[in-house]
């Protein structure tokens, strides 16, 4: 062993003298050096275990990207080709179904993943000084992965995907000013078709991930715990994939698996469950306001729901950032807008009555009451914890 271990060495001082290997690796990596604490337990893993599927995804998105065909223009079948080949790759190639469950249930578990690690560093309040930046840092990936999962979801170019890409499109139109301009590039064309789905492919393959890897190395202090927490994440993938891919029309849904048609609208278009949260709040907005059309508000709320999670170090005034130190108001109103949360994201699967309209504006309204009424219960938690004697 010692042996081998001097050979290693040598190997290595031989790479350092020509190329700065182990300086590279030390400067832009905290694993040699960092020390996980003892009490990590799964809610800790959560981030790292993120980007081991995300990992996954890019290594069953390179085996799809083998066989599947950006075109959206009808082949000897009579079947657009981007639809076909996911046909192909389902029934044709070996293990085609399995690499193509993976990485649709691997997307699910994925932002799954993600919303637990936000809920984690609410309940801990991770993102107060001096972690800011890792924050922001952390709302940029999220944005980034909301946009590689929406450029992804019309590749199969399926009845559903291409609806609810131009539905959405047509949202980012009613932008000012730069909206009708950046929907048309965004597009290629004046519809969404083959110029579109083109573009889409090139993002989705090139364009985020590369932004993706970049912004992780910059975001993750990383560190190496107890193998455990992802053979069992691991092992529950691996079940959904063998038993339900579909997840109930939740993870691929039943319409997506008819060819697109620009001529034939779906009865209820609707995204993938982790986006529709945020479809019930643009669906809950409507009454225009100061003479601009409600879809403009709509679209508005949709984005600010997407990026108020960024203001938090500067609305929670916790006084500490373990979870018994937390006051009996944030635990109480974290619930409710936990449960505001998930019927947001259930109505934003179904066709909107009267009924789950008004619901969908209650909890629109808590949704965002949580944040920016969150310097003041903050405040008198941290007050009452200083009157009890909690330690900060």
Known sequence: MNAVASKLRKLTAWI???TPFTATFQRHSRLPTYYPPKNTNFWSFLGTLAILVLVGQL?????LTMHYKPDASLDESGMPAAFASVEYIMRDVPWGWLIRYLHSTGASALLLLVYLHMFRSVLYSSYLRPRELTWQLGMLVLLGLMAQTFVGYLLPWGQLSYWAAEVIINLLSEIPLVGPDFTLWLRGDYVVGDATLTRFYGFHVIGFPAVLLYLLIQHVPYTVKDIRFFLSFFILCLAVVFFAPEFGGYFLEYNNFTP???????????????FTSYYSILRAITYPLFGIDAKFWGAIGMIAAMLIFALLPWLDRSDGDR??????????????????????????TVPVTPPRLVVAQVCTAIYFAFFLLMPVYSTWDARLARRRGVPA
């Open 16 to 18: 350092d003298e020509r």
């Open 59 to 63: 290594v069953t998105g390179i085996f």
């Open 260 to 274: 697109a048609n620009p001529l034939q609208t779906p009865e209820h278009i609707g995204p993938l469950w982790y």
């Open 323 to 348: 979870v018994r130190d937390k006051g009996p108001i944030f635990k109480l109103i974290l619930a409710i807008f936990v449960v505001a949360f998930v019927v947001l994201s259930y109505l934003g």
